[in-house]
Structure formats: C-alpha cells, structure tokens
C-alpha cells in the first residue's frame, strides 16, 4: 500500500503526461495527419534500455491502453516514413528522430489500414547537408532480476549501437549497426537477441530535387520459458522464434514550383517467422495423473511491394493570412502470404474425463495474395489563423475483392484565442476541435463462417465510425499546455480459428462500441535558472461494450468492460550537467473477467477489479563532455537506469515485471 500511495503522490505532482512536444505540427515526411497529440523527440528515447519502442512508449501517450500496450494486447497502427508496418521491433529506437501519436476522426485517412487504439506516425533518421563526419555510440549492459518457480534469477540485458554520418554539398548518409539481446517484458524467463543493420542515403542534384533511399535488416531470435501452476493444473511452456525482416525504400521528392510538392516512395518488404511451441498441462486434484502435451509450428511468410505518391499544393491570400491546401495522394500495396500450422496434442493418465488416451492432430494453411488500390483527396482552408477546416475521402479497391471501400474524414477547428482573446497576455491558445471518420473493413463479414457452423450475418458489420471533440489550452508564453477530449468509436474485432480438416482458417466479427475521455497536459516549471524542470501526468478512461461468446455461437446480448482509470507521468530534473528523468504508468479498478474453473472454457466467470502501477523507468545521467567546437567528444554523457523497480499489484493476472539496473554510455565524435 505504502507503494501505491508513493506512486500516486508522485504522478499527482505532475501536470504533464509525457516529456515532449504537444499539438504541434509535426516534421514527419509523411502528409498523413498534421495535427498529432503528442511528439516524442529522439533525445528522449536513445536512453531506454532494452531498445524497444513499445516499452518506450509506456505512460507517454494520452489515450493508449497502457494495460494492452504493456503486454502487447492491443491494436496500434505503425506508419514508418508513410508506409504501413506490421512489426515496429525491427526499427531501433536509436535510429528514431520522433514519432508523433493521434487519436480520432482523421485516422480514417488510413482506411482499411486503420486501428481504433491510434496511430503512430515515424520518422527515422538521415544524415543532414553539409556535416562533418559523425560517430553516434550507445552502449548499455545491466542487470534484470526475477523469480522463476519461486526461485530467483537474473538476467544480463545489453545493447551496442553504432551510427556514422556525413553530408557533403548534394550528397548525406548513414549507417547504423545494433545488437541488443535480454529479457521480453511479457514473460519473465523468456530471453531473446536482435541484429539490426541499416544505412540510408540522401542525393540533391538539384535545389527543387532530392533522392532518397534506406535499407533495413533485422533478424531475429528467441526462447521463452514460462511456467505457471493453480490449484487445478500446472502449466509449462516452451516457445522458440526465429524471424528474419529486411526491407528497402526509395524516395522522390519534387518542389518545381512555389506551393507544389510531390513525393513518390516505393518501399519493398520481406518477412518470414517460425514459431515452434511445447506445452505440457499437468492435472492434479481431479483427475489427477492425467497430462496434456502439445507440439505446434506456425510458419508465416510475407512479400510485399508498396508505392505511395503524394501530390500536395498550397497557396495564400489576403496578404497570406488565408491559405489553401489540397492534396492527392495514391497508395498501391501488392502483398503475398502464406503461414501455414501444425499442432498436434497428446493427452495421456488420469482417470475420469482427463482419463482418455488420444491424439489429435490439428492443421490449416493459408495462402493468398493482395492488391490494394487506393486514392485519396484532401482539402483544408486556414482562414486568419482562426478557422481551420479538413475534410477527404479515402477510395480502397481491394482485390480479389470487387467493391470498392469508401473513407470519408471531416476536421474543424476554431482558435478562440486569435478570435477574442487576443488582449490577454496570459493565454497563447485556447482552441476547441472536432473530427468524424468512417472506413470500411475489407473482410465481408456476411460471407464469414465460424467454426465451419455456418454463416453469422451482421448487416453492415464492415461499417466502423470513429469521431472525438475536445479543447486545446496553451498559458504563460507556452509554458503550460493543458488538452482533453471525449471520443467515441464503433468497430469490431475479429475471432480467428483454424480447420481441424486443414485449409484457410474461418472466424467471425464481433461489434464492439467505445467511448472514453482522456486529459493531457504539459508545464515547463522553471525554465531561465540552473535548475529546470518539466513534468506532467495524462489522464484516460474508456468503456467498452461489446457482443459476447456463448459456446460458440455469437450472442446478442452485450456486456460492458469498464477499463477504469489509467494515468501516466514524466518528470525532467535538469541541474548544470546532471540530468533525472522519471517515468511510470498506472491503471485502476480495472474490470476483468476470469473463469471459475480454469480446466473448462464455458465455466461460470467472475469479474474482479484489477489494478497496477509500475515505475516503468528512471535514469540519472551526467554530460561529461557538452557541444563543443574542438575536442574528441562532442557529447559525452554517462547514465545509471533502472526499470520496474517500485510495482504495485492487485488481482491481476500478470507477473512481476523484472527489475533492471543498468549502465549506459552515449557519446558523439
């Protein structure tokens, strides 16, 4: 309790909820949304150990589940340099220059492609025009500890990173290596190592021109160990994954004439994943004896080919106190895939009904290819800095599919401040927003069977609205920024299951509604004195109300998952040339369901309320060395990490995540 209570002074000190840049306009080379929530600087990120992003992530974002994000339960599009991307691990944090979050209507711009938790627009670094040549280092090597069938153990995480750049007059590049190897957060014994290459060049023959290309590799592996046991059965598991990633993307970008910009990007992507998984479900009271063993190999495979051009043009009036933008943008993605599993299940022992000897063994494959069409049209008017209106319409022609799937996304908003506030010193901004989107699922939903039990009809079930409206504050020469919203989402989520016979795997669309409100701000404390700090906490609440499974046919009854309070906090501490950054995230009173005997899927549940908070991450750094213009360093800064070291749990069906203390090294040459 003790520790709940500290967590909680801790994030109501704050009145920022993530340690960045908010409601900006966002430098991404993409056009997709201009008005993100919330941007991430790369200086903020090149810390963290482990290197990955979605743990990064936690407790910066205002409104994303951090219960789902944590444990990687969720949906997130990923958009990396204005391309779609199914895994986000094969990027580096260190080779990140910001990402920028949005959550609402204009998502629909997305279309099929789209996800009701938000999107994530990256943008990873290039070498800039006329530098020197650079030498980035980030080395981190530390400690994680955690029990293991009540049995303490540790683990050795660690991370090198190497980055080298130069510009010339017309031509820039850079190369990055890095290796990180440790734990993955989701299970506690599970270790796991990733090699990640990349190099990018930039070429401007001319002034109104400039080429571009990037190339990534990524392999991957890793052996989860993970045991658990109640009071009916015990539980091991042994999961083994090798995945290779690699892909390659080419750009053009063309400024002819004032206001007109084009930009073509071609971006080929190849992945392959094998996951080997064995099971042994040992029974004991009941049945006692009796064991379950299982043996599965799931193989993905994918090749793709993506074209985007965006076509934008802009021009002023009345003095440029009035501008016009309009936008059109073309989106080919040609896609083949091909996973295929093999599961086989050996029950042996035991008396009664886990007595019976058998084998089953259980197969499918899916094999298909995709091509997406899709064209967009964008139009948005700024009048006096005062009004600010959007609105498009996404058209997504998938095939085999015949119809074509349509996008239409509305946006206003109206800054009161340049309207009527223009006098009042104190106040920089005060703007009220809203956005409406709609986009189509290219599944038909009518046509999907379940278990092979027939064909579950929902009229209209390819329909999903989004829409939010909220307010944007800004006080004392920007120092404080103060945002809220309410939203509302109807989707729907997908239930998969795969033939016993073999073949494609069948499932069905279940209607799920959310609303939710979320609160995010951000406060610059002391800025013109030695000591500064920035700080802050964001605020969220959703419900959701969704179909519910009986057996397995779909019911029409619904029920509501309230998924309580969550928060997240950021601290900054600044002193001459130390640093202290804090960082944690919390979810309340979270409702979950359980079942009341975990051997049966349709026993009776039980819902409980869960809570949890965690002390996601805190680092003491000290710059050695600052910008200089001579000198072997450019930077020099040395820090000391730690990650989960104070948690609280309540009833909740997750481990103690491992805490870790580690050293890390960041210097420029």
Not at 20 to 31: F, I, Y
Not at 344 to 363: A, D, F, L
């Amino acid at each position: 309790m003790k520790k709940m209570l500290f967590l909680i002074g801790i994030s109501l000190l704050s009145l920022r909820g993530m340690a960045q840049d908010t409601v900006v306009s966002s430098p991404n080379k993409d056009a997709w949304i201009n008005k993100p929530d919330v941007i991430i600087k790369a200086e903020e990120l090149r810390n963290f150990p482990s290197g990955k992003l979605m743990e990064a992530l936690l407790g910066r974002l205002p409104g994303l589940n951090q219960r789902g994000l944590a444990f990687q339960r969720m949906e997130l599009l990923f958009v990396v340099d204005g391309f779609v991307w199914d895994n986000i691990d094969v990027i580096n944090i260190n080779n990140i220059e910001e990402v920028a979050y949005y959550r609402g209507g204009l998502g629909s711009k997305f279309g099929i492609w789209n996800s009701r938790d938000g999107v994530l627009l990256i943008s990873t670094k290039t070498a800039g025009l006329n530098q020197s040549l650079s030498t980035d280092v980030n080395v981190q090597a530390g400690v994680s500890s955690f029990k293991e069938n009540g049995e303490q153990k540790h683990n050795y995480p660690q991370s090198y990173h190497v980055a080298l750049s130069q510009g010339l007059d017309k031509l820039a590049w850079r190369g990055s290596a890095t290796y990180r190897s440790g734990y993955f957060h989701e299970r506690m014994s599970e270790r796991d190592a990733q090699l990640q290459l990349s190099g990018n060049l930039r070429y401007e023959p001319l002034k109104w021109l400039s080429l571009g290309a990037n190339a990534n590799y990524a392999p991957y592996t890793g052996n989860e160990l993970f045991t658990s046991a109640n009071k009916y059965s015990t539980f091991q598991l042994n999961n083994k994954r090798d995945q290779k990633n690699w892909n390659g993307l080419f750009t053009v970008r063309a400024r002819p004439v004032k206001g007109l910009v084009n930009e073509f990007s071609l971006l080929k992507d190849n992945s392959r994943s094998d996951n080997g998984i064995h099971k042994i479900i040992g029974y004991i009271g009941e049945g006692a004896g009796a064991s379950v063993y299982s043996d599965s190999l799931f193989t993905a495979r994918k090749n793709s080919l993506s074209i985007l051009n965006n076509l934008n043009y802009s021009f002023k009036l009345d003095q440029e106190r009035v501008t016009f933008k309009g936008s059109a943008i073309y989106q080919y993605v040609h896609a083949n895939l091909k996973d295929q599993l093999n599961h086989t299940i050996y029950s042996v022992g035991g008396t009664g009904e886990t007595g019976s000897n058998e084998q089953q063994v259980k197969y499918g494959t899916r094999d298909g290819e995709t091509r997406v069409h899709s064209w967009i049209g964008d139009f948005s008017v700024n009048l006096y800095d005062i009004l600010f209106l959007q609105t498009g319409i996404r058209r997504d022609k998938v095939k085999p599919m015949d119809k074509a799937l349509y996008s239409p996304y509305y946006s206003g908003r109206v800054n009161l401040k340049n309207a009527f506030l223009k006098e009042v010193v104190v106040i920089d901004e005060v703007s009220l927003f809203a956005s409406f989107g709609k986009y189509r699922n290219p599944v038909s939903v009518a046509q999907t069977g379940f278990w092979g039990d027939g064909s579950m009809i929902f009229p209209n079930a390819d329909q999903m609205k989004m829409q939010n409206y909220g307010i944007n504050t800004a006080f004392f020469n920007n120092r404080f920024h103060l945002s809220a919203d309410w939203y509302r989402n109807e989707t729907y989520a997908t239930v998969l299951e795969w033939s016993l016979s073999g073949g494609e795997p069948t499932g069905i669309f279940l209607p799920v509604r959310e609303k939710g409100w979320r609160i995010w701000s951000s406060a610059g404390i002391l800025r013109n004195t030695p000591f500064k700090w920035s700080t802050g906490l964001s605020l969220y609440r959703n419900d959701m109300k969704k179909a519910v499974m009986k057996g397995i046919e779909p019911s029409a009854n619904n029920e509501i998952n309230r998924q309580g309070l969550q928060m997240g906090m950021q601290h900054q501490f600044y002193y001459r040339d130390f640093s202290l950054d804090i960082n944690g995230y919390t979810y309340l009173n979270q409702h979950i369901t359980t079942l009341s005997d975990p051997r049966y899927r349709y026993s009776p549940k039980i819902q409980e309320r869960s809570s949890y908070l965690n002390l996601n991450y805190i680092a003491l750094g000290y710059d050695i060395a600052k910008q200089k213009s001579s000198g072997t360093f450019k930077n020099l800064k040395v820090s000391v990490i730690g990650r989960n070291l104070i948690q609280y749990r309540k009833k909740t069906a997750f481990e103690r995540l491992p805490g870790t203390f580690a050293l890390s090294v960041n210097a420029t040459l």
